[in-house]
Each structure stands twice: as C-alpha cells, then as structure tokens.
C-alpha cells in the first residue's frame, strides 16, 4: 500500500538517482562508511557514497575532484576508493568575537548548499544550523552564535538510533543514512542541541550531493560532500567571504592544523559538554 | 474446587457483531489515516521538530505497556499457583498478546518510512534501547503463545510444570518488557522530563493497572455476552483488592519520580512545569492521571459499591477500570509529551530564542488523522481478542468459576 515505487528498485525515496547507481556507487565507495571502532563495512547502498560517486564520475571527471574547490587541501582530500580515516577528527571552531548578531550568512550558505529552505512553518520546516541567541537572565545581556549539529564524539542520536541509520564516520562526522533511517525519531528525542530534523512534507529541488527523503530525519552533514573532496563546509567559507572568518574548520587530531592550535591555545566552550557527548564544535569567546 | 472447562463464543448476540463492526471500521479508519499521513508526510499530524513523537506514541506505548500488565491473571495463576486465577489465564495471555500487537501496529504505521519496516526488522544497532525492545515485544509474543499452548493442549496440559516454566519466563518476559519500555524514555540525557531510573519501576506500576482494567472489562463484556456468571464474587473482590494496590503503587511511584526530580534543583524548570505552570499538561497530571486515573478508582472500589451505597460490585469495576485507563492515556500523554513541550536546555541559566523555537514551550495539537491512528491500536486489540475468543477455547465456563 505504502511501498514507493523508486523504494521497490532499490532507491532512498529521496529523489536522487542512487538506484540506477546503486551497484556502480557501491563498487567505487565500498569502505565509505568506516565507522569508528569496527571494520570497515560494505556498504553499497549508503546515500554519501553514491553522491560521492555521483560527484566524481558524472559531475566532474575523476581526477579533476580535487580542484572543484578553491580551498581544497590535499592532506585531507579523500580518493572515493579509499575508507574514511580514524586519523581524522573533524571539526569546527567558531570565535563569537567575530560573529556579529545580524549577520546569518552561515545559515544562507548551508541552506544554498544542500537545498533546505523554509517554508513559513518553523515548527516542522527543516534547518540544519540557526543563529541562536542566548540572553543572561540575570543582566539582560545577550549574543548570538550558529548551532547546528555538534557532530559528537559519543553521540546519543547514534546509540538510541534502532537501525544504525545514525552514525558517526571514523572521522567524527555524523551522519543519517537515508537509505535504512525508518523515520522513528528516535534520535531527535536523544540529541541535546535539537540539532536535527524530521521532514515532514514531499520535497523537491534536491541537490545531487544532499540527498533528503521525506520520513526521514537530517542533520548537519559537516558538508561531508566538500570535505571528502578536499573542501571546507559551506558555512565556514560564506562566514570567510563575509569578511567575518569566525568559523574555522579543521582536523582536530592533526596538531598542526589551525583549529588543533587555536583549541590547545584558548579558552574554549563546547555546549553542554557535561552531558558527555564530547561534541566537535568549539566555541571561543563565548 | 471443580475441573475448570473452557468455551468458545458460540452463539452471538448483536451486540457482539456490533462491537466487532464498530472496532473494525475504526480500524480502517485507522488504516486510512495512516496512509493519509505517509502519503501527506507528518505536516499533516501535530507532530513538529519538537514534540517529535505525538498521539500514536501515546496510544501505543499505552498499549505496550497495558500488555504486560494484562498477562499478570496469568502469571498469578501459574507463577503464584493461585487456582482460583487459572480460569482466567488463557484471556489474560491472549489480551496481552492482542494489546502488545495493536500498539506495534500503531507504532509501526506512524514511522516516517513504514515501508521500511523490514529495514527494522533486520539492520539492528545492538546499543539501541529500541532495537532491544523490538527483541522484547518479538519475545513476548512468541513466549505467550506457547504459554498458551501449554495451558490449551490436551497433552502438554496435563504436565503442569511445563505450564508453570513457561509461565515464570513470561513473567520475567513481561517485567524486562516494561523496563525495556520505561527505558527508551529513561535513557534520554537530553530530556530533563524523563532522564530518570525511575521510569522502568513507574511504568511497571502503571502497566499492572492498565492491564488489570483491560482485563476487568473484557471479563464483563464477555460475561455479558455468554449470559454466565464468568467471576464469582470471591474473585471480583480479589481482582477489586488487586486494583487498588495497584493503583496505590501508581501513586507511589509517580510521587518518589517528582520528589526526587524536585530533590535535583537542575529539574526544578521542568518540575515547575508538569506539576504547576504546564496548561493542559498540569491539568491532565493533576486531573487526569491523579485525580481520575487513580483517586477516584481507588475511591470507588473502596466505598463506591455494596449495601446502600450507589454502585453494584460490577458497576464499581467497571466504572473504575474505565477511569484507571481514561487516566492511563492522560499519563502518557503528560509523560511523553509534556516531557518533549518542555524546551531543551543548551545554556542552563541563560534564555534562548531563535527561529527554529529555541527555549519555547513547544507547541502542540494532535489532528484528526493521528488520533484516528492512536485509537485504532485499541480497536485492533479489541478485534483480536474477539476473534481469538471465537476461534478457541479461551473463555472460561460460567459454571465452573461459582463452583
Ligand atoms: S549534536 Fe545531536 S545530532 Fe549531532 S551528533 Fe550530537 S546528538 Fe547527534
Ligand atoms: S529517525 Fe532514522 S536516524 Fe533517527 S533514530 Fe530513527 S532510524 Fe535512526
């Protein structure tokens, strides 16, 4: 009665055309999903893959990836063939000294980028990262700052997750797997930071590399597209071409690397990290 | 006391085809208002990126938990060797059975994707409290049913340890399923409402109530409709005595889950909330699970009925089961809703806003469709067990009980 016809070909409902791919994107990506602490998995169906695939076969020509974006770094750039690495931990910095209150260009940019938007009902629109403000009760003083997924090192939305839909690459990016997510929201009653979001209504105008499913739930996806090719979240570079440069992304394992420096340097916050799920977000100045 | 023989609903009156006709066109209704809102997806329910589980979450996990409370007749009956229960135990099992499979469905049928249920039923993340509770209601099921068959098979009956083996397994079954149940709740860190031990031992008490009011009133309908006298009046009053233990232990346990929440000055918001700012959450804690799911039952059995006073023993049952499980559904909708009204807390002591409803009490109006949804769970139950009752044996013979 329910069954999608594209579901019946072996495809995610979400619109994109991992079923016409499903086995090319399996062959090309099949240690994609390394999740930390176990081996690496086949794993021919997983939605990022096929848009990895996706993205280096069709879209550009293979070889030529790692030039699709400017900032692409190479020491990071995974080949599509290769596992995702525990080297990595992936991250974010945010400095709210540099993130003025008016400016939201981070939440335009991802919104751009992996083809969200809102619809005038902010009960059940999706949105992957908002401008939070927080104001002291107590003097009325207030700020501001980007929240989206904090990508967490023990995520409570990949425990509770009943089919593992939910889960973290042994780089520290957390994911929803669109292709086994059976839409129980499990995970939204779990994660501390509301950072995800169940789709509520069909969808249209999906990016290739984003692909999203109604029934499903989403999240923050740390722009896993870019930062598999190289690049850096979508956020982090309109906050650059703002002029605000308050977001930094990075390897947080790599010492050398400019966010691993700043969080050994200064004075960070992570968000509620008493609740123990050692998110991947930093905060400076908060 | 003699042989105990069991029947089949043999003759029917229109009674019973209309109560089966009215559970089954509830069920299709049911059934269309779930494909009505995979069809729509969930903007057509109340249900937003806040309160993310809604009606059919209150209904089933109702069912789920009232489930394994109606397996207790059972479980007295060969677990605690009472005799005088065993008439009932068959029921008791399949009413469990029943309601367990009603609150799946709705579970079931209110996924984002309950195409995929095969999905759920073969990729498992083992640190999961729901893919354990899926082993636990896959359990249950099966486990009862060969309990039954150990109390309906000429031969394997006669063997009363194999009854009494599989009766003591279903009961452990039942009380792992009920912690299992408390628990998806009770292991939300993120969730101040519910981040409690207590939840399991809380949703115990609540399921030997429900469980006992399902009982109570499929016991009358039926004694209504085979025209016998199903219970004698000794065993209306030990299932009158069970039913305001029970409904005390309730009480109690809701009472230690607050206090000690309040004990923790973390919780005092939240607290603050469900027991005295929260609108219609507060109203249906205070009036719906205290006053008419517990007080007023316990009310009734203990004065309402006998020698000038205004309700027969029977009447007093059955008003007071009505009320403990009317009460039943206000105490999960405070618990499961209510818990997700309250804003989650990314700066403890500091207020937050921000487009996407941050720090707002999360708004909330279940619709139709899922409402629908939710009841058709009971009537699925209802249509099971009135089904089973006409295929098998299950019902005791009148005679037997007043023997
Ligand atoms: S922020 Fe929420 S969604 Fe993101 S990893 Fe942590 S628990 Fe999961
Ligand atoms: S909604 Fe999807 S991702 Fe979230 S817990 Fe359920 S199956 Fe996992």
Redesign the interface.
Known sequence: MIAKADEANGGCGAGCSCATRASDAGEATATTRTVEGADPVDVGRRWFMKAATAFSTTVIAPGVTLMAFAESDPAIARPADQPVSSKHRFGLLIDLAKCPSGCSDCVTACSTENGWKLNGRPETDAQWIRKLTVTNRKDGSSFSLPMMCQHCADPPCVDVCPTGASFKRADGIVLVDKHICIGCRYCMMACPYKARSFIHEPLEDQKPHAPRGKGCVESCTMCVHRVDAGGTPACVEACAKAGHSAMIFGDLNDPASEIAKRVATYRTTRIRDDLGTDPGVYYQNL | MARITFQRLEDHSTLFWGLLGLHALIVALGLGAA?YM?H????VTG????V??GMPHVFAVFLIVSASGALNVASISSVFNKLAYKPFARLSGILAIALLVGGLIVLVLD???????T??MT???F?????WN?YLYIGFIAIVGVYLFTMMDRGVSQTPTATRTVGWLAFGWRLALTTGTGS?FG?????EAFDSAIMAPLFIAASFLYGLAFTVLVLFTMCRETRQMLMGEEMIQSFRGLMIVFSFALLYFTAVKHLTSLYASEHHGVEAFILRDGGIYTALFWIGHVLVGNILPIAILAFGSGEARPFSERQAMTIASVLALMGGLAFMYVTIIGG?AYP????P??????????GEV??YAPSLPEVMLGVAGISIAMLVVGIAIKVLPFLPRGESVTA
């Open positions: 494909y995979e729509h997806g969930h903007v249900m937003n990126n806040a993310v589980w996924l984002g994707r309950p195409d995929r249920l999905v759920a990729t498992y993340n640190k999961s409290i729901f893919a899926i998806i292991f939300l860190v993120a969730r997700q989650l807390n990314l700066f002591g500091m207020e937050t806003s921000s487009s996407f409803l941050d999360a708004r």
